[in-house]
């Protein structure tokens, strides 16, 4: 079972007086979908640009995964655990609230920042809050978070270029750019599929080649 929500359809949130302009592809803040609320383990994807100098004032979070993917720009990162990063193109960054934390992101640059940030629940509450910044990553499983059951997998293809998904109970399939077919869907760029049960499925990249976010899930969230 396959179901695609188009770039358009997702909500848009954000505050673009601010410089801030998101699209949330869940219900998030002040928007509530009953059914909508999350697939599998993630409770969130959004597609997020931040103009130079606006950002996230400093903001807590306990209890969730957050991964984030630089798609252009410089992420800067400040957290209550004391560290700070610069995140580029390329890098994965994840924060692991645990029992807590408190952070702030901003867009410190001169130049327009754009990031896909995708939110997971865990298994099970607590523990302590962790961070990492994984640099330059190449295409594969780059990120895996053993207490949501998912690994974060990055595909780059050239055009006309086939490759084979991985098999999940919850499989998520977001375009960062280009296009690809799924099926007998054409995703476009910010088009996402959410797949259930998915085997032996392959995406196979448009003429101008295609980079993917995918999300292999194999545990629902054992607490709300």
């Known amino acids: 079972m396959i179901y695609v929500q188009r770039a358009a359809e997702r909500f848009r949130g954000g505050d673009p007086a601010a410089g801030i302009e998101t699209w949330h592809a869940f219900s998030f803040s002040g928007f509530y979908d009953p059914d909508n609320v999350r697939f599998g383990p993630l409770a969130a994807c959004n597609e997020e640009r931040l103009a130079p100098g606006a950002g996230f004032t400093e903001h807590p979070h306990r209890d969730v995964e957050i991964v984030t993917w630089v798609v252009e720009g410089e992420l800067t990162h400040e957290d209550s655990t004391g560290r700070t990063e ?24 001169t130049a327009p920042l754009r990031f896909v940030q995708m939110w997971l629940t865990p298994s099970e509450p607590g523990g302590a809050p962790s961070y990492e910044v994984s640099r330059a990553v190449s295409d594969g499983a780059v990120c895996a978070l053993a207490q949501a059951e998912a690994v974060l997998h990055v595909r780059r293809l050239r055009g006309g270029e086939r490759c084979a998904l991985p098999g999940a109970q919850w499989l998520y399939v977001h375009v960062v750019r280009g296009s690809v077919r799924l099926a007998q869907e054409e995703l476009r760029e910010g088009d996402a599929a959410r797949v259930l049960e998915s085997e032996e499925l392959d995406a196979v990249a448009g003429a101008a080649g295609a980079e993917l976010l995918l999300w292999e899930m194999h545990a629902e969230p054992r607490f709300p």
């Open 86 to 109: 610069v995140v580029r193109p390329g890098d994965v960054q994840r924060l692991s609230a645990g029992t807590g934390v408190r952070h702030v992101e901003r867009n410190a640059g």
